[in-house]
């Protein structure tokens, strides 16, 4: 860092009247300028952070210094920006080299505004700008300098040097950031040629598809591939890669850093679905991904879906550089397929998900917070970790009656380590369990609790909030065991109930609300979450379907349930009077 005396004047930069490469580009660059939208920039008003990767004797430098920075003020609390170059300079080897170093010091110490100079080449310097950005991530406000707001990729005119500068300088770009790659036409060499920055520009606008707003010639456009300059405006968050052991950073690894920012590791989400509940599944995706940030792996099995819902449903995760649904085919031998119903497609799931590790969640649900805090809860060895059943905490007939546990399980969210449900012959016992529990009351849940009873982690209900607004806050035999106040503010709904209640149910006034799904003929009412679920759908391909289609079939399930409560009440009335 270096600032000027007042009393210096422009005219005494130096240049070199014959290297000017760069003027051209004053009026594109000043056009440039409003696009930048990082926070620091756009929404705190600090000066910019500016990186330069070629320098040269900083015509390009000092136009953005004095673009972009401000002159430090006491009187003002936000920071005045910076500019950092890079560029070898020779390694000092030779005159004309120092004399370049001279020229960009001199001329950036006239801008009276913060600078910086690292004379290296590229790839040293950028990893210890990384390293530095790793440290800045865990520094308070307001000593926080982590990325910046605008990068100019000019230096070597290899391909592998311009791509290995633009990635490594991408980790270093704040979302909403520009970066700049010059020299896209340079006519020097064949474009062909790994000579030429081309291939390598090329290269990196593939590899990070997704995650920017082309500025300059977007593609499909008139002009695209022409642009001597490709101007990228960053869509996607700053991702650094790794951090730094406890004896090169000051400040000690927390969890959240370990597990998250650096080490990338992601969550796998296992789901089921048919076409009859793709649409629920459409506002559990879209939940998902936008309350869920980082790497999202999830496994689909595909129990009958149709082709313009598996579209619909890819759609939701594309604008997601960091989530990918994989489509699972039913495997041979399924037993959704033998039990002629998906609700056994969860076992079918945990038997051939390409995974160790695995949170299922039904399609009946809604997200409302960050599920990593769930995905990395320790199952302290045991095979799956579950929330206990509101509705029925101690089981019901049949399966489990003792006051004092064990505990039932709710099957909707299974936090499960795979690795322990297929060790030896796991998974086939449970297969067979599950023909045995194919007429109980509760199928695959009762099937998974008689598996794994007194086996199986208890998490929060905060993670599986079942019954809200109807039984949940209601008493009966085991609700001593339910925390009410973990489901205040869930971040997993779980719409329990048929989506089509019979219309005893709905009647029933000993038991009101009902407990039925937001999306059926008879809605939910009391359900605190309802609305929450239609802003989502609305977010989705499905709001037209709903709208349209779905009301109808709504219309008509309606009429089926009066239909056959007349039929039942008709029945009833002929065995009252035959008994008579």
Known sequence: MATAPPDERNEDYTFDPSQDWFSHNISHWKSLFSHISTESYAVNRNGAR???????????????????????????????????????????????????????????????????????????????????????????????EEGFDWVYVDGSHRSDDTFLDGEMAWRLTRKGGLMIFDDYLWDVEPDTSIHH???????????????????????????????????????????????????????????????????????????????????????????????????????????????????????????????????????????????????????????????????????????????????????????????????HPLGHAGLHSDADGPKYFNAGVLLADLAKIRDRDGVESLRSLCREKKDSTYADQDALNARFSGNWKEISLKWNAQGLGTYAHSDGPGRHWVDRSAIKDPNIVHFTGPVHPPMDVVLNRWVQPYTAKPWGYAGAPGQPFAQEWFDVLETTAYQEYFEGEWKEICKAEKLRQIEEAKASFDIALEKAFSSV
């Open 197 to 391: 920055p081309r291939r390598g520009i090329d290269a990196f606008l593939a590899l990070h598809h997704g995650e920017y707003e082309r500025l300059s010639a977007k593609s499909g456009a008139e002009g695209e591939g022409r642009e001597y300059q490709v101007v990228l405006k960053k869509t996607a968050e700053m991702r650094i890669g790794y951090l730094l052991p406890t004896d090169v950073a000051s400040t000690p690894l927390s969890t959240t850093a370990f597990n998250h920012k650096a080490f990338d590791y992601g969550i796998n989400v296992g789901l089921t679905a048919d076409s009859a509940y793709a649409m629920p599944l459409a506002v559990l995706l879209s939940s998902l991904v936008n309350h869920t940030p980082g790497r999202i792996s999830i496994y689909l099995l595909d129990c009958g879906l149709t082709d313009p819902d598996k579209e619909s449903l890819n759609r939701i995760v594309s604008g997601h550089p960091n989530v990918t649904l994989s489509i699972l085919p039913l495997p041979d031998g399924s037993l959704t397929v033998e039990l002629g119903s998906a609700v056994w497609a969860k076992i079918d799931l945990a038997a051939t998900a390409p995974v160790e590790r695995l949170l299922y969640l039904d399609t009946d649900i809604l997200i409302r917070g960050d599920l990593r805090p769930l995905w990395d809860t320790a199952l302290e060895g045991n095979p799956i970790g579950a929330a206990l059943d509101i509705g």
């Open 50 to 144: 500016i990186l330069e990767i070629g320098s040269w004797e900083g015509r390009s430098a000092v136009f953005l210094s004095n673009e972009l920075l401000k002159v430090p003020s006491s009187l003002d609390n936000r920071r005045p920006g910076e500019i950092v170059c890079v560029d070898h300079f020779d390694l000092f080897g030779t005159d004309a080299g120092k004399e370049r170093f001279e020229r960009l010091q001199h001329n950036l110490t006239l801008t009276r505004k913060k600078f910086r100079i690292i004379p290296q080449f590229s790839f040293p310097a950028l990893t210890q700008l990384l390293n530095e950005a790793v440290v800045a991530g865990r520094l308070p406000e307001p000593q926080k």
